[in-house]
């Protein structure tokens, strides 16, 4: 990915590139040895986890997805969180329940994380030809009492409309509310459940 730089002095500016398309907004650093204009352009002196408090200047990227930005924006994030929620590093987790067939064939599975008393469904996604199996409620059910067992008391999940939100209701999740936009008219059903 090439990254075009425009010095600033307030605002980022739209960098173009070919026929004028918007390439990406990017702010780049001013040495600190520049003269200072009067306009406030020092620059930053800035890692990704550990910045100064001197961010005016800087470089805005955009591209895919980035496991160390991950890894420090859920630094950041627990920063904050844990503090806030009386929780700690030692309070989240992750879960999975996993099937498989005679063959060693994955049957079907479900992912999810558990933190202050919260089970949160990520993914959860059975092979077509055993959907009629029971393996979704059996799956659900597991996942759920090892919830339990680390201490959860509720649970949360969201499921398009055309996935599964009427298998989760079946097993007492209530919807508390809706994301609109998908392709298709599809909504992303949000839904709630008390373990205890």
Known sequence: MKTYTARLYSLPRLVTGPKGLPL??????????????????RGVRATLCGMTHD?????????QRDSELNE?????????????TGTTA??????????????????????AWTW???????MFWI???????????KILMAAEEEAR?????????????????????????????????FPNGAEDVHMFKKLA
């Open 127 to 137: 092979r077509e030809e055993s959907r009629k199996d029971g393996w979704g409620t």
């Open 72 to 84: 420090c924006l859920s630094q950041g994030l627990d920063e904050v969180n844990f503090p806030a």
């Open 55 to 63: 961010h005016i200047g800087g470089t805005l990227s955009v591209g």
């Open 90 to 111: 030692a309070d989240q987790s992750s879960l999975s329940v996993k099937v498989v067939d005679d063959a060693g064939e994955l049957v079907g599975g479900l992912a």
């Open 24 to 41: 990406a907004f990017v702010i780049s650093p001013v040495p600190s040895s520049a003269p200072e204009t009067g306009r406030g352009d």
């Open 116 to 122: 202050g008393g919260l089970l949160g469904i990520e």
């Open 149 to 181: 067992r680390r201490g959860c008391d509720r649970a949360c999940v969201s499921s398009f409309t055309f996935q599964a939100p009427g298998f989760y209701q079946r097993h007492g999740y209530a919807e508390t509310g809706r994301t609109l936009g």
